[in-house]
């Protein structure tokens, strides 16, 4: 009798602890989970302070900087790639489309779907490297560049003639490409494009 009492008290002191402690856990988990959502939301609450984060324009604040922008939804970054370069949002993107201030000044009205990256692109100094000799700009495949007027008639329009002559022959001629197109004057010299 004493052995079956001690036993049913034994049973039930286990199924309590074992309770107190699975409503322990169930809390502290909670409270663990409520701890990281908190976090979280403070963390992402402000995103668009997040440097090197990627979203739509129509999610940005005005005066946001920005680099890598899509021309259109979807299509991946076009403009303000370079080293050190970024562009600046000018009026809020409630609208279909967002103004926008890109490195060279200009003012360009970009749909408010298109996506950018916060922030300016890293390696400012990119442009201010000095190339050592000329080697150093052939390593980077540029080839030199030589004006017509030092060529041949046979290599440019611009070639021949006695001494720095700027005629070109016997008859004096415009400028031109070494294909043979005026290159001044307004003449059009890139490929026809039909107007609208």
């Known amino acids: 009798m004493a052995v ?9 002191s286990l199924v309590a602890n074992l309770t107190n402690s699975l409503r322990r856990f169930s809390s502290e988990t909670n409270a663990h989970n409520a701890r990281e959502a908190m976090m979280n939301q403070m963390m992402y ?16 604040r005005i005066g ?7 021309l259109n939804p979807g299509q991946g970054g076009k403009l303000v790639r370079a080293a050190g ?19 060279s000044g200009v003012k360009k009205m970009i749909d ?3 996506r950018a990256t916060v922030g300016t692109v890293s390696n400012p100094s990119h442009g201010d490297k000095k190339l050592r000799k000329a080697g150093q700009s052939r390593w980077l495949g540029r080839r030199p560049v030589v004006r017509g007027v030092a060529m041949n008639p046979v290599d440019h329009p611009h070639g ?3 001494g720095k002559s700027k ?8 400028s031109r ?7 001044k004057s307004g003449f059009k010299t890139g490929p026809l494009k039909r107007r609208k």
């Open 4 to 12: 079956s009492l001690w036993r049913a008290r034994l049973a039930s």
């Open 45 to 60: 609450s402000d995103i668009n302070s997040r440097i090197g984060s990627c979203m739509p324009l129509s999610s940005m």
């Open 64 to 70: 946001t900087i920005i680099h890598n922008i899509e």
């Open 85 to 103: 370069t970024c562009a600046k949002i000018l009026k809020e993107p409630t609208s279909k489309y967002c103004l926008i201030q890109l490195p």
């Open 112 to 114: 408010s779907r298109c």
């Open 160 to 162: 021949g003639g006695e």
């Open 167 to 174: 005629s070109s022959g016997r008859w004096g001629k415009g």
């Open 177 to 183: 490409t070494p294909w043979g197109k005026p290159t």
